[in-house]
């Protein structure tokens, strides 16, 4: 079997910059355990599957798996779902897919780059035993959204960039998404930004993602209420890095980005 197969980089504004995502489209469902080895096989942070959506909702059906796991929601490798289909249908303005568990979600043209909308998850104040510790910072303010998103916030994009985490101690907390932020500042790797953010997920087997869609459906509500404007840019400060621009809209975010396409080919079973 030979299954078409794009890596592409989202949140990008050239190759080699922003999150690597393998997008491949099916006819029909493989069986999971397939799924999961081709996604271990490309050792991407993430894998997106597609497949027609006969249900009318949406244009396509879409699921993501890490190396390890299938997630619930992916915000990168759904930019790069939609810039793989909307680069090869150009009458089309508007992609929308149907997943399992985040509803129906949209990448639209805009500009140069692409508009997507998702679910927004905003967190509330709540201990996370373990979290501070094993990031290695003395005190800091944590938040937690039930959807598996730990958010911690730091006073200065330098205590940000200068994180070195206990990887291992942070799988033991659980599958979740570990968010570290704060304000964004001139001259840090996140000049021109509002907000600077890095993320680690080692029980998923990640230890930290480039740049993180999902994590900005806790991000945006978050800064969107301090910040006193639903409006602004985050920069997530990983060693690809990648800009997003952000904005909440009722109980979605709409996050800004572009990408660009490294490899194609075919995937061989």
Known sequence: MKLPFAQIDAFADRPFTGNPAAVIPLDAWLDDATLQVIAEENNLSETAFLVSDASGEADYELRWFTPTVEVALCGHATLASGH??????????????????????????????????????????????????ALGVAQAETLRHPRGYDLVVLESAEAVLALTPDFRALAAIGDTLNIVTAPGTPGSGAAGSDVISRVFAPAAGIDEDPVTGSAHSVLVPYWAERLGRRQFTAFQASRRGGHVGCELDGERVILAGKCATVIEGEFRL
């Open 84 to 133: 793989y289909i909307l680069d090869r249908e150009q009458d089309r303005d508007l992609v929308r897919f149907r997943t399992r568990r985040s509803g129906v979600l949209e990448v639209a043209r805009h500009g140069e780059g692409y508009l997507m909308a998702l679910p927004a998850y905003p967190p509330e104040p709540q201990i996370v035993p373990g979290l501070i510790e």
